[in-house]
């Protein structure tokens, strides 16, 4: 939850950002691009760290870091300012996300984890949706720093929390005397092709997914919605993908993986071609809800399969490697976007654009898919 509002937190506050600091949309994209660049940077080193010296101990330094960066850029008046306390709230994310997914996966077992990591990853959506929920209620009364207060206190409400329920070492004892490489583990074992369709898939889908995060309720905006229909539609949009999520995981674990992801991708061209075809406060939540649903799904799918693909002691390093790559794909699209609006792209064009990457990210998706089938068979 800590992590999905001060993540949404960037979007939401995107329209009252840009006008309170005279920033321009490609700026204000830069900077969600470098918060994604310190998610990606971190989420690697976070990984590997999590095998070494265990998961708890890295998951609580990034609730330190997102708690102390959240607090900071509240005060920040100068876009350099602004770049470097995003760039080090993304790293501090970076260190909590593929750990806490391993811990998932260790403490569940092969019949449920799909919705164990799932529900987890819900938590992310669930704090998105109570940030949207602010928007909705306060409209323009909500000035973009509170946003970013509610994110460094919540990471505190966190802290102790994880501090003492978090188990201490749920790898260490599974670590092997002479431990893999990162690249042993990534490219070793004959898992070279399922790792580089991993990542493609990854890339892509975390491309739309973040894009969409950073910039829908500018979006949205532009298309004359209020600041309270905006939060409206964004929280349809969160609530949808808690629902879609569950749905799509609960496939997964019946071992229905092509199925699932066949459903997910399918179902982002008909959300994509909704939003680029309809108009009005109607199509726009319409449109938003099938993004929830399918979007938010198709990129969980791949993060819940990930633990399945790599030996035990390699569990982070593999999550970290495939949210790094995704995350990838996360830098680059809020300033693509940005830079797309501001040299006057409809929205139209831009959503029928997107279609090319759902295509190559499910292409790819499919082929992940057939090597764990394959696998589980084996």
Request: hydrophobic share 55%.
């Amino acid at each position: 939850m800590c992590e999905g509002f001060d993540l949404a937190a960037m979007g939401l506050a995107g329209p009252s950002m840009i006008h309170g600091l005279g920033l321009s949309r490609s700026t204000f994209g830069l900077a969600v691009s470098l918060m994604m660049a310190g998610f990606a940077l971190s989420a690697t080193i976070g990984g590997v760290l999590g095998d070494r010296v265990g998961r708890r101990r890295v998951v609580i330094a990034g609730l330190g870091t997102i708690a102390v960066f959240s607090a900071l850029t509240i005060g920040v008046r100068q876009i350099d300012g602004l770049l470097a306390v995003r760039f080090l709230t993304g790293a501090g994310i970076g260190l909590v996300y593929p750990n806490l997914m391993a811990i998932a996966a260790d403490i569940s077992i092969a019949g449920n984890r799909s919705r164990i990591i799932s529900l987890v990853n819900c938590g992310g959506s669930v704090g998105g949706l109570i940030g949207a929920a602010l928007l909705a209620v306060m409209g323009a009364r909500l000035h973009w720093q509170y946003m970013f207060v509610g994110g460094a206190l919540s990471a505190l409400a966190v802290l102790p929390i994880a501090y003492r329920v978090l188990p201490r070492s749920t790898n260490m004892e599974k670590t092997p005397a002479r431990q893999a490489t990162p690249l042993q583990v990534l490219l070793g074992g004959g898992r070279r092709g399922t790792t580089i369709a991993l990542w493609i898939a990854c890339f892509c889908t975390s491309f739309i997914f973040y894009m969409l995060s950073g910039w829908a309720p500018t979006l949205l905006s532009d298309r004359g919605l209020s600041p309270g229909q905006v939060g409206a539609a964004t929280s349809a949009l969160s609530a949808a993908a808690i629902v879609g999520v569950l749905i799509l995981a609960t496939l997964l674990d019946l071992r229905r993986y092509r199925l699932s992801f066949l459903l997910a991708y399918a179902g982002m061209i008909a959300a994509f071609v909704t939003f680029a075809l309809s108009g009005g406060v109607a199509g726009a939540f319409a449109s938003m809800a099938m993004v929830g649903l399918t979007v938010m799904g198709g990129l969980l799918l791949l993060f819940a399969l990930t633990p399945a693909l790599y030996p035990e002691h390699g569990k982070s390093t593999g999550l970290g490697a495939a949210v790094a790559t995704g995350r990838i794909g996360a830098i680059l699209s809020p300033w693509v976007l940005g830079r797309l609006l501001d040299s006057g792209l409809g929205q139209r064009e831009l959503f029928l654009g997107l279609l090319i990457p759902v295509v190559i990210a499910g292409l790819a998706a499919q082929a992940v898919a057939a090597r764990a089938n394959a696998a589980e068979t084996r």
